[in-house]
């Protein structure tokens, strides 16, 4: 008689991918828990509308729901019935469960920056890319609960390629989804980095821009990666392991883009005792260290006084009062970049 680690052979492919999913799902989820804390302790969580505040809530209550059914998958495929061959003959009920609850977090995280790409541009083509991003997601939320629903009722394996369709649309369309906000936010930054003079916020830009392309392409590229490996390997359960951890990406990109890990900025603003309505902290300088060209501007002034104020001004790739309004000046009054 087979021992049951032989009968489990087989499986490897599957329950290999079911277990390295969970574990990175609690990386994930462990990050994300950091991230709100962070979150809560900055300015940013004062001055985030109500209702973003109720978005993260929204997204982390979907993640800890669907941890808990990956918990309860795992121990039914490994624990509960290891060494049994016919535990893959139908989906675990617990598991059919993820793909809807993953789709509430990719949504809700979607249509937030749907709502940062309509507030950023007021062009009608920027309208037109707020649409297709609503579109394509709501796809993806409505496919994801077609499987969900799907799985739950037909378990059985053998019926699974009747409903491979389903599955197909779900992926596509997110990835989709992610790929126009991501591209869309780098221009919308590339037109704001154009507009600026100052060096320092130009790094600053560099330095968010790259935060964005790195957030905005990775939920795109897993989900990417989970497709291609559902239609190229059919008969293994691969894809099961992006599955397990998308719905977490979603979640900490979202928070990263909350928390302004845009990065840290050091700004230098010129003032005269002409024109001083520039707020700034910091401490004045002496007139040796002032540049050149600025004491030559002074002294073009009739000698009007010249401070030099450096301040520490945060910087993500967004800053949003309470109104919904950017209060991001980039450096040259209004940042400019509702020209998509």
């Not at 609960?145 to 779900?170: H, N, R």
């Not at 392409?217 to 998308?246: R, S």
């Not at 902290?281 to 007139?287: C, R």
């Not at 520490?312 to 800053?319: I, N, R, T």
Request: glycine share 6%.
């Amino acid at each position: 008689m087979d021992s049951p680690t032989a009968l489990a052979q087989p499986f490897i492919t599957f329950n290999g991918p079911v277990l390295i999913g969970t574990f990175v799902d609690f990386l994930l989820f462990g990050v994300l828990i950091m991230q709100i804390y962070h979150w809560r302790r900055t300015e940013r969580y004062q001055r985030a509308p109500t209702w973003i505040h109720y978005l993260v809530y929204a997204a982390t209550f979907f993640q800890t729901v669907q941890i808990i059914f990956a918990i309860i998958a795992c121990w039914i495929l490994l624990i509960e019935n290891w060494g049994n061959p016919l535990v893959w003959a139908s989906t675990p009920w617990a598991s059919t469960f993820i793909p809807a609850l993953d789709s509430m977090t990719s949504t809700l995280v979607q249509f937030f920056f749907a709502w940062r790409i309509r507030v950023l541009s007021k062009h009608i083509l920027g309208h037109i890319m707020v649409a297709l991003v609503l579109i394509t997601s709501l796809m993806q939320c409505g496919a994801s609960w077609a499987v969900s629903i799907s799985y739950f009722l037909k378990p059985s394996v053998a019926e699974l390629p009747a409903l491979a369709d389903i599955p197909k649309v779900m992926l596509s369309s997110g990835a989709i989804c992610d790929c126009l906000i991501a591209l869309t936010m780098v221009y919308l930054l590339l037109q704001a980095r154009s507009k600026v003079t100052f060096k320092s916020t130009i790094k600053m830009l560099n330095r968010t821009l790259t935060s964005v392309i790195e957030s905005g392409t990775i939920t795109a590229v897993v989900v990417i990666l989970e497709l291609v490996t559902f239609l190229a390997l059919p008969n293994t359960g691969i894809f099961l392991t992006f599955q397990f951890m998308v719905g977490k990406l979603y979640a900490n990109v979202l928070l990263s883009s909350l928390s302004g890990n845009g990065g840290v900025g050091t700004s230098v603003n010129y003032t005269s005792s002409q024109d001083s309505h520039f707020p700034s902290t910091g401490n004045v300088l002496p007139m040796n260290s002032i540049p050149s060209n600025v004491r030559s501007s002074q002294r073009e002034q009739g000698g009007a006084s010249v401070q030099v104020h450096i301040s520490k001004a945060v910087a993500s790739d967004l800053d949003f009062d309470a109104d919904g309004q950017s209060d991001n000046d980039f450096g040259t009054g209004k940042a400019g970049v509702g020209h998509l």
